[in-house]
T-cell receptor
Framework: DAKTTQPTSMDCAEGRAANLPCNHSTISGNEYVYWYRQIHSQGPQYIIH???NNETNEMASLIITEDRKSSTLILPHATLRDTAVYYC????????????FGKGTRLSVIA | EAGVAQSPRYKIIEKRQSVAFWCNPI?????LYWYQQILGQGPKLLIQFQNNGVVDDSQLPKDRFSAERLKGVDSTLKIQPAKLEDSAVYLC?????????????FGSGTRLTVV
């Protein structure tokens, strides 16, 4: 079972920042937080991951709370193409641990 | 680099028929995964290969589903016989040894409709 809790859906105005929350209160010390997104009719796409420090790449920023029990994915300037289902996944980076997906958050970016 | 290739893109079959899906992972990716995604849900892992060996098939319904990865490259997933509840998107993903941190690359999937 997924070890994360996310809102079912969110809306965001085009050009504004989209902040997607995720709760992972049972996260273990060796588990990373991953974010993937799935645009309609495509496979999931890797966005970003982190352990305890905040991370930023060309797609998004990941803010992890100090106690690591929750995180927020930030899309700084959402566009219509960011409309997708966003999955927050907790996963240990040992061996071949698979990704376990929950239902994710459906983000709708509105013009 | 080329992505994960899957075929066919769509398939419609009648219940009790057989069907097979094909996946060609990214070159050099030793680990290959098959996921099943039912409408409105997140992907669910069916089977995981490391080279041509099975790492985890605990969630594969073995009475009707089978998968193989010959020579540690391409993989096929078969359903025989299909049931209505097998209607779903079947996703293949691969990852490179030593780059587990960066997750997987997924194909676009095969959408199966069982009527």
């Amino acid at each position: 079972d997924a070890k994360t809790t996310q809102p079912t859906s969110m809306d965001c105005a085009e050009g504004r920042a989209a902040n997607l929350p995720c709760n992972h209160s049972t996260i273990s010390g060796n588990e990373y937080v991953y974010w993937y997104r799935q645009i309609h009719s495509q496979g999931p796409q890797y966005i970003i991951h982190g352990l305890k420090n905040n991370e930023t790449n060309e797609m998004a920023s990941l803010i992890i709370t100090e106690d690591r029990k929750s995180s927020t994915l930030i899309l700084p300037h959402a566009t219509l193409r960011d409309t997708a289902v966003y999955y927050c996944i907790v996963r240990a980076n040992s061996g071949n641990t698979p990704l376990v997906f929950g239902k994710g958050t459906r983000l709708s970016v509105i013009a | 680099e080329a992505g994960v290739a899957q075929s066919p893109r769509y398939k419609i079959i009648e219940k009790r028929q057989s069907v097979a899906f094909w996946c060609n992972p990214i070159s050099g990716h030793a680990t290959l995964y098959w996921y099943q995604q039912i409408l409105g849900q997140g992907p669910k892992l069916l089977i995981q290969f490391q080279n041509n060996g099975v790492v985890d098939d605990s969630q594969l319904p073995k009475d009707r589903f089978s998968a193989e990865r010959l020579k540690g490259v391409d993989s096929t997933l078969k359903i025989q016989p299909a049931k209505l509840e097998d209607s779903a998107v079947y996703l293949c993903a691969s990852s490179r040894p030593g780059q587990v941190l960066y997750g997987y690359t997924f194909g676009s999937g095969t959408r199966l409709t069982v009527v």
